[in-house]
């Protein structure tokens, strides 16, 4: 079933209408049954939806609907398999809340597009693993997903024929990025909020490293670190 785009923009009216008519607290009411015009449980996932948003999360919710929308429609054949009406509803409700509780617009960006990826693909929604990825999407900046995209790139190979990388491996490849073998304390800082939120893991130093040497902290790729990179990639319009 197409998605017309007018439908989409009719529901960003809605809020900037109801924005202007209330201050400093705007509350919302999202009684959108029908607006658009998706197969169900997705057409009828934000008509419950009730909330009291600050005016300055208004241009936040609409971003997040506009992503949200734009990256549905590339998805128009694998709307059949979306997940069931209470479930996605309450995901649709989570993205709204820390949508409007997110200051970054790109963080707002990657709320949505996790919410499309996770509610599209052939297996069952995981609402918590959706729930989670999308509250690290909060706190993430873009020069964090800048590093893990980075080390996706140089170590994710592996992980799609294993359980996990071999320190080895692991620890051969990290100079593969772009960081290089250099020693930077942002390299650390980085990598160990990436850590902190099971994404990735600090190597063990080699056994033949002197005390006195300085050596850069190198980390490994986790399969939930490669689980959040393919949540927040774009899908190419060319699957429509």
């Given at each position: 079933?197409?998605?017309d785009d007018l439908e989409f923009d009719a529901l960003k009216k809605q809020f900037e209408i109801e924005g202007?008519?209330?201050?400093?607290?705007?509350?919302?009411?999202?009684?959108?049954?029908?607006?658009?015009?998706?197969?169900?449980?997705?057409?009828?996932?934000?008509?419950?939806?009730?909330?009291?948003?600050?005016?300055?999360?208004?241009?936040?919710?609409?971003?997040?609907?506009?992503?949200?929308?734009?990256?549905?429609?590339?998805?128009?054949?694998?709307?059949?398999?979306?997940?069931?009406?209470?479930?996605?509803?309450?995901?649709?409700?989570?993205?709204?809340?820390?949508?409007?509780?997110?200051?970054?617009?790109?963080?707002?960006?990657?709320?949505?597009?996790?919410?499309?990826?996770?509610?599209?693909?052939?297996?069952?929604?995981?609402?918590?693993?959706?729930?989670?990825?999308?509250?690290?999407?909060?706190?993430?900046?873009?020069?964090?997903?800048?590093?893990?995209?980075?080390?996706?790139?140089?170590?994710?190979?592996?992980?799609?024929?294993?359980?996990?990388?071999?320190?080895?491996?692991?620890?051969?490849?990290?100079?593969?990025?772009?960081?290089?073998?250099?020693?930077?304390?942002?390299?650390?800082?980085?990598?160990?909020?990436?850590?902190?939120?099971?994404?990735?893991?600090?190597?063990?130093?080699?056994?033949?490293?002197?005390?006195?040497?300085?050596?850069?902290?190198?980390?490994?790729?986790?399969?939930?670190?490669?689980?959040?990179?393919?949540?927040?990639?774009?899908?190419?319009?060319?699957?429509?």
């Open positions: 079933m197409p998605i202007l008519s209330v201050s400093p607290v705007t509350k919302l009411m999202l009684g959108v049954a029908g607006l658009i015009p998706l197969p169900p449980p997705f057409n009828k996932a934000i008509q419950t939806i009730k909330g009291h948003l600050a005016a300055d999360s208004l241009e936040r919710v609409c971003l997040l609907f506009d992503a949200l929308a734009n990256e549905v429609r590339k998805h128009d054949d694998k709307l059949r398999q979306l997940p069931d009406e209470e479930t996605l509803r309450g995901l649709v409700l989570d993205a709204v809340r820390k949508a409007a509780n997110t200051r970054a617009k790109e963080r707002v960006k990657r709320i949505a597009l996790i919410l499309a990826n996770a509610t599209v693909e052939a297996k069952p929604t995981d609402a918590d693993e959706t729930e989670e990825m999308m509250r690290i999407a909060v706190e993430l900046s873009d020069n964090d997903i800048r590093y893990l995209r980075e080390l996706v790139r140089i170590e994710d190979g592996l992980l799609q024929t294993l359980d996990h990388i071999p320190r080895y491996d692991a620890h051969s490849k990290w100079e593969h990025g772009f960081w290089g073998n250099r020693v930077d304390p942002e390299i650390d800082s980085v990598f160990s909020k990436l850590e902190s939120y099971g994404l990735v893991a600090r190597l063990a130093p080699p056994n033949n490293l002197n005390i006195m040497a300085d050596f850069q902290n190198r980390y490994v790729l986790l399969k939930k670190g490669s689980r959040f990179a393919s949540l927040i990639h774009e899908a190419s319009s060319a699957q429509r």
